[in-house]
């Protein structure tokens, strides 16, 4: 049982590059995430999604799409990176977004930086 | 606007010490999650807290669920090193999704 796992760890890009990050999970939940993390600004959702076949946008969504073609996959691209998208980025995942069974887990994170 | 405010944002202390870290909104909580995040790792979940009043302890954690539901406080007794770490409030407010605080960045010095 691998929880959520995140690819790649580590990237650098160009501005104006393109790339997909990867989130699975292996906990049959229906819920995904994906936040970003930057210093003193805390956790900002991206996007989510309830369901295969399903996203919706969160908080910061502008230059960033994501597909959840499979349940247990969430894929977060970049087109056209910016300097402005270096961040740690987080995928989550939770069986609920109700009252305690709304416990998100994590994965461990993928530091972007964009030159 | 950050719905939820947690302070201070930083704290540094010696091993042994108490401390309270706190999480607050003028809104109320449906419910309310602590996590704590690592260096390098994603956050993981202490507590969740649905009650106004609930209190709840995890070993020397003590968690306390405002009774009017817009607050929440994090206390640490006699901390150790490994108590370190960034301690994150998460919680839904009425008509807003659920939403992460900035944060505690707590360090604890041997």
């Known amino acids: 049982n691998a929880g959520v796992t995140q690819t790649p760890k580590f990237r650098v890009l160009k501005t104006g590059q393109s790339m997909t990050l990867l989130c699975a999970q292996d906990?049959?939940?229906?819920?995904m995430y994906w936040y970003r993390q930057d210093p003193g600004m805390g956790l900002r959702l991206i996007h989510y999604s309830v369901g295969e076949g399903t996203t919706a946008k969160g908080e910061v969504p502008d230059g960033y799409n994501v597909s959840r073609l499979k349940k247990q996959n969430f894929l977060l691209g970049l087109e056209s990176a910016a300097p402005s998208q270096t961040s740690v980025y987080f995928c989550?995942?939770?069986?609920?977004?109700?009252?305690?069974?709304?416990?998100?887990?994590f994965g461990p994170g993928t530091r972007l930086t964009v030159l | 606007t950050q719905l939820l405010e947690q302070s201070p944002q930083f704290l540094s202390i010696q091993e042994g010490e108490n401390l309270t870290v706190y999480c607050n909104s003028s809104?109320?909580?449906?419910?309310l999650q602590w996590y704590r995040q690592e260096p390098g790792e994603g956050p993981v979940l202490l507590v969740t807290?649905?009650?106004?009043?609930e209190v709840k302890k995890l070993k020397r954690l003590t968690f306390q669920f405002g009774d009017a539901r817009k607050d929440s406080s994090l206390h640490i007794t006699a901390a150790q090193p490994g108590d370190t770490g960034l301690y994150l409030c998460r919680g839904r407010t009425s008509g807003s999704r659920l939403t992460f605080g900035e944060g505690t960045q707590l360090t604890v010095n041997p």
């Open positions: 807290v649905v009650t106004g009043g």
């Open positions: 809104s109320v909580f449906s419910s």
């Open positions: 906990m049959n939940h229906e819920y």
């Open positions: 989550a995942s939770s069986y609920s977004t109700l009252g305690r069974r709304n416990e998100q887990f």
